[in-house]
């Protein structure tokens, strides 16, 4: 089953643009992480925040999450071509077997 | 370098056969998993184990089998009876069930 629904799909962008990603999950979670996926690669861990954080912060990187709207953001500043990626939200849930649910994915191309 | 290390990273079988996945990790991790991930799709999660000698069905484990005799590995075998085995197949290691995962970089297998 997958928690996590990313909205949207694919975008894309200019270098120096802001991009925004979009996470909807379905049931009370422990924590929300987000990851990235290069082409044909593993996934990379880029920040978790816990239910009771609202926003946090790394490099470019800034997450935030509703836990009353089910939903989380993560905005990267200043893209790069290099930021070209998947990009995926994962929730652990609150209650249960506490296992990373992934969601689909949004496709970002950064152009230069 | 501490990591986790998936092979091989092509993998090709022949109807009817059964191979093995290869999955190790370095980081003193008491938790692995297996995920499947399919084009366009987000990681299906096929088994985890949360410590050694132990391990659960996630949610789509029918066709696979798995063993985790050893802190460090987690192989994955996918049997003839997984009727689409074609996919991308990422192993990973976390800490805890509920602390962020580290991926290896994923083994591709096609059916020939």
């Known amino acids: 089953s997958q928690q996590g629904e990313e909205d949207p799909q694919a975008l894309s962008i200019q270098e120096g643009e802001n991009a925004t990603m979009n996470c909807s999950y379905k049931t009370s979670i422990n924590n929300l992480q987000w990851y990235r996926q290069n082409s044909g690669r593993g996934l990379v861990h880029l920040i978790l925040?816990?239910?009771?954080?609202r926003e946090k912060h790394s490099g470019r990187l800034r997450v935030t999450l509703d836990t009353s709207k089910k939903s989380s953001s993560l905005l990267i500043t200043a893209s790069r071509a290099a930021d070209t990626a998947s990009y995926f939200c994962?929730?652990?849930?609150?209650?249960?077997?506490?296992?990373?649910?992934f969601g689909t994915g949004t496709r970002l191309l950064v152009s230069p | 370098d501490g990591g986790i290390t998936q092979s091989p990273k092509y993998l090709f079988r022949k109807e009817g056969q059964n191979v093995t996945l290869s999955c190790e990790q370095n980081?003193?991790?008491?938790?692995m998993y297996w995920y499947r991930q399919d084009p366009g799709q987000g990681l299906r999660l096929i088994y985890y184990s949360q410590i050694v000698n132990d391990f659960q069905k996630g949610d789509i484990a029918e066709g696979y089998s798995v063993s985790r005799e050893k802190k460090e590995s987690f192989p994955l075998t996918v049997t003839s009876a997984q009727k689409n085995p074609t996919a991308f197949y990422l192993c990973?290691?976390?800490?805890?069930?509920?602390?962020?995962?580290?991926f290896g970089q994923g083994t591709r297998l096609t059916v020939v």
């Open positions: 925040i816990r239910s009771n954080e």
């Open positions: 980081l003193n991790h008491d938790a």
């Open positions: 994962a929730t652990v849930p609150f209650t249960g077997f506490q296992k990373l649910v």
């Open positions: 990973a290691s976390s800490f805890q069930m509920n602390t962020e995962a580290f």
